[in-house]
T-cell receptor, first 111, second 115 residues
Framework: GEDVEQSLFLSVREGDSSVINCTYT??????LYWYKQEPGAGLQLLTY?????DMKQDQRLTVLLNKKDKHLSLRIADTQTGDSAIYFC???????????FGSGTKLNVKP | EPEVTQTPSHQVTQMGQEVILRCVPI?????FYWYRQILGQKVEFLVS????????KSEIFDDQFSVERPDGSNFTLKIRSTKLEDSAMYFC?????????????FGPGTRLTVT
């Protein structure tokens, strides 16, 4: 099956930018998603990108996709303490039959 | 804003008992999913459902599991004979994917505790 990898932890100071990275293995057309999970809560969709795009921006969030290296990143500008959470990237092929999730990156924002 | 709902929020059951977890996906969505998340671990895909049948299932989704869409709104996950290791959060999700939106929304989850 497909493999989605993320680093486990990231710590930043409030006001700095955070960059959370993800790598995936699927070589065909795919959709890639970012989710946020706060303690004891469900998964909140942040954004998604199709693999024929290089970048997508939505307010403080910027997604960059390097399709050649199968590398996806989520940049959070002006990180706030409320951004502290676990961030999951996920991949699905074009037919949406199955989603593959990474292990999640725990973002800690220090005041 | 439309949302995916799940009931109950917490289910406690004894080993060997059957449980049914219920979900109401977003009404115009076409693809439905069940996932589980063991405490502190990653989200694991269980099964996808499209056009009234299973599209794909993972190796976790063995004969103890089944899914149904009994009417136009509900989507259920049944575990026939629960084991201790079935204790986890179970999330339902849905996607439109029929138009220009491919946003997958998750429900709040059902915490299943098997004793």
């Amino acid at each position: 099956g497909e493999d989605v990898e993320q680093s486990l932890f990231l710590s930043v100071r409030e006001g700095d930018s955070s960059v959370i990275n993800c790598t995936y293995t699927d070589s065909s057309s795919t959709y890639l998603y970012w989710y946020k999970q706060e303690p004891g809560a469900g998964l909140q969709l942040l954004t998604y990108i199709f693999s024929n795009m290089d970048m997508k921006q939505d307010q403080r969030l910027t997604v960059l996709l390097n399709k050649k290296d199968k590398h996806l990143s989520l940049r959070i500008a002006d990180t706030q303490t409320g951004d502290s959470a676990i961030y999951f990237c996920a991949e699905t092929p074009y037919n949406f039959n199955k989603f593959y999730f990474g292990s999640g990156t725990k973002l800690n924002v220090k005041p | 804003e439309p949302e995916v709902t799940q009931t109950p929020s917490h289910q406690v059951t004894q080993m060997g008992q059957e449980v049914i977890l219920r979900c109401v996906p977003i009404s115009n969505h076409l693809y439905f999913y069940w996932y589980r998340q063991i405490l502190g671990q990653k989200v694991e895909f269980l099964v996808s459902f499209y056009n009234n049948e299973i599209s794909e299932k993972s190796e976790i989704f063995d004969d103890q599991f089944s899914v149904e869409r009994p009417d136009g709104s509900n989507f259920t996950l049944k575990i026939r004979s629960t084991k201790l290791e079935d204790s986890a959060m179970y999330f339902c999700a849905s996607i439109d994917a029929g138009g220009s939106s491919y946003e997958q929304y998750f429900g709040p989850g059902t915490r299943l505790t098997v004793t």
